[in-house]
């Protein structure tokens, strides 16, 4: 049963009504209390932060039913992908995931499967659903997930996959139930949505218009966090710097990351931020506090004002020089990252190159490198894609090759110095082997005791690689 189609017109819209707080507890059906007794879900994540943070409240509303988190699909009751639209490749993950999962639909009827997120926000994946995958049970969208008890419920009962995604300019929901996927780290949204409608990104049109949450609701909750012993937070947003403009309440991002700051939380991240409104006020006050970390992602996409233009950024190149370098200036030996898009419609080879000589300039700490993936309902996708797929490649890996080499040189500056690193836990690598985090948001391996998770503690590097570094623990 469709109740509700994604609308790419309706997603398009942006109006000047106030944003609508909602602070009721959610609702659940009769039906649905205790249902999830004796149940297990799994939650598949993909894409950025704001999809682990909403998994975070997903797994908080079924476990408030009474589910049981698994991680094995042959023993879930319920599945649910919550899915990224970024790119073409992250969208066929998911079908092909999707897909493969028809057989234990067919062994176990009852296995209810759902997908959500950005993919459920676009017309396409609607389609495609109805015509290929009709063993879902339930699609909904970035909106409604405080509805997904009654969801749930209706897709229990009916024969037929229920859909219900609205495309809308959104609310702000508050209090939903979260069950965080770590006790020491955590995501603290402050915006959702994105009003920057760069040419080529689709999240304007999936997670509606930039709503900020109110300076006293974000401030209770890092107090709340930091009162359950939570040593760092990450604020998110699409653009964090657009914090507050939409709420007309005389402050902005530099005033929250101040009393942020101010609550004395180890640690404080931010992403992400957009080049185009960083203030002078927000740099004084990220190099005031010792709290915020040495470490800001600045994507500047392309180092070809050409390209800039056509993508929508609003800022040119060096503009976004001159803010680096302020930035670098600011804060004593800070780590920069960025994000760089290759293949952009009609992006000559000067332009590419371009954008090397960027990367030359900023010798990033760290960067997120892209091949130009068009997105239907999005203006690049009908700009001419003139970069064909092999020059895509060709350029993509130059390009990641020099930003490695400046990833090992800046890694090279920690040699024989002493960090302090918040412990995340056994190395994905090797279970011996304990890793976490620098103030500078690099990857730290040593050996010590698991009593050590969750803490900060001091290590001595004594080798360093492009992607980590190593070291041992001192006091
Ligand atoms: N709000 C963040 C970005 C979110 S998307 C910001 O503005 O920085 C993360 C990154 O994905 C973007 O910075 C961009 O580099 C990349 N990206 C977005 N749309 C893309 C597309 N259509 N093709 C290739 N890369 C894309
Ligand atoms: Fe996408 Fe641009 Fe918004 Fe970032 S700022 S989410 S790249 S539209
Ligand atoms: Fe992907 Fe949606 Fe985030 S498209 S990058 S999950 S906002």
Redesign the pocket.
């Known amino acids: 049963m469709i109740k509700n189609k994604p609308n790419l017109k309706k997603a398009q819209k942006r109006s000047n009504k106030d944003v609508e707080i909602i602070e009721d507890k959610i609702y659940i059906p009769n039906e649905m209390v205790n249902y999830g007794n004796n149940k297990k879900y799994l939650i598949q994540t993909y894409g950025?932060q704001a999809n682990e943070r909403d998994s975070e409240n997903i797994s908080g509303i079924l476990e408030l039913l009474g589910y049981e988190r698994t991680y094995d699909e042959n023993n879930s009751d319920f599945i649910i992908f919550n899915t990224c639209a970024?790119?073409e490749n992250a969208e066929n993950k998911v079908f092909g995931k999707i897909g493969s999962l028809k057989k234990l639909k067919r062994d176990n009827p009852s296995l209810v499967i759902a997908l959500c997120g950005c993919m459920a926000q676009e017309e396409k994946t609607i389609e495609k659903i109805l015509s290929s995958y009709q063993h879902l049970d339930l699609v909904f969208g970035t909106h409604n997930i405080n509805n997904l008890p009654s969801l749930l419920l209706d897709a229990l009962y009916s024969k037929e996959i229920i859909v219900d995604v609205t495309s809308e300019e959104g609310q702000v929901i508050e209090n939903l139930p979260s069950n965080r996927a770590s006790k020491f780290k955590a995501w603290v949204n402050i915006m959702f949505g994105?009003d920057?409608f760069?040419t080529?990104?689709?999240?304007p049109y999936t997670r509606g218009k930039e709503r900020s949450r109110l300076m006293e609701n974000i401030l209770d909750e890092v107090n709340d966090l930091i009162k359950e012993g939570y040593q760092e937070i990450t604020l998110l947003g699409?653009?964090v710097n657009a914090y507050g403009k939409d709420l007309n309440k005389g402050y902005g991002f530099a005033k929250l990351l101040e009393n942020v700051a101010k609550t004395n939380i180890p640690r404080i991240r931010f992403m992400?931020s957009?080049p185009w409104d960083f203030t002078d006020e927000m740099i004084d006050v990220i190099s005031k506090y010792d709290n915020i970390m040495p470490f800001i992602h600045l994507?500047v996409?392309s180092g070809n004002n050409g390209v800039l233009k056509k993508m929508g950024r609003r800022y040119s190149v060096e503009e976004y020089k001159i803010l680096f370098d302020k930035l670098k200036k600011a804060k004593t030996d800070v780590a920069m990252s960025t994000?760089?898009?290759v293949g952009f419609p009609e992006e000559t080879n000067e332009a590419f190159l371009d954008t090397l000589a960027l990367v030359d300039y900023c010798q990033f700490d760290n960067a997120?490198t892209?091949?130009?993936?068009?997105?239907t309902g999005?203006p690049?996708a009908k700009m001419k894609d003139n970069v064909g797929e092999d020059e895509k490649k060709a350029r993509l890996a130059i390009l990641n090759e020099k930003v490695n080499g400046y990833f090992l040189k800046n890694n090279q500056r920690f040699f024989n110095k002493t960090l302090k690193v918040l412990v995340d836990g056994p190395s994905k690598k090797n279970s011996d082997v304990l890793s976490g985090y620098s103030e500078h948001n690099k990857l730290v391996n040593f050996k010590g005791s698991k009593m050590l998770i969750g803490k900060i503690v001091n290590v001595k590097i004594n080798d360093v690689k492009s992607f980590s570094l190593e070291g041992e623990l001192v006091d």
């Open positions: 950025c970024i790119r994105c920057k760069c080529y990104c689709i999240v699409q653009n992400t957009h994507p996409q994000d760089i898009i997120f892209f091949a130009f993936s068009p997105r999005t690049a």
